[in-house]
């Protein structure tokens, strides 16, 4: 399975931004679409998640900011980020966990977001 990501960018405080992330290739169905970030000298952490049936989680320092969607028939994931602030410079990594005759995952080769002025 690949993953195609797509939206990053530099944008001013305050801006927004759309990510995408297409799975493509072989495998039974999909189990869960998220999205991992990663600033500069810390650990990767969860931004949000979305189940196959439609469940979402998404993290605190970007509750009410964020928000993870999917179109289930492109096997296609979004996060759009709203009122961005420079805390949010990451790099953001895809994640997708997929069944084929046993649970695996993969993971997007992340897209960079810088938030400054």
């Known amino acids: 399975v690949q993953l195609a990501e797509s939206g990053g960018g530099l944008v001013q405080p305050g801006g927004s931004l759309r990510l995408s992330c297409e799975a493509s290739?072989?495998?039974?169905?999909?189990?869960?679409m998220s999205w991992y970030r990663q600033a500069s000298g810390e650990q990767r952490a969860l931004v949000a998640d979305?189940?196959?049936?439609?469940?979402?989680y998404v993290s605190d320092p970007v509750q009410g900011r964020f928000t993870i969607s999917r179109d289930a028939a492109k096997n296609t994931v979004f996060l759009q980020m709203n009122n961005l602030v420079p805390e949010d410079t990451a790099v953001y990594y895809c994640?997708?966990?997929?069944?084929?005759?046993?649970?695996?995952?993969?993971w997007g080769q992340g897209t960079q977001v810088t938030v400054s002025l």
């Open positions: 290739g072989r495998f039974s169905r999909i189990h869960e």
């Open positions: 994640n997708v966990k997929y069944w084929l005759n046993g649970l695996y995952e993969t």
């Open positions: 979305i189940t196959s049936g439609g469940g979402t």
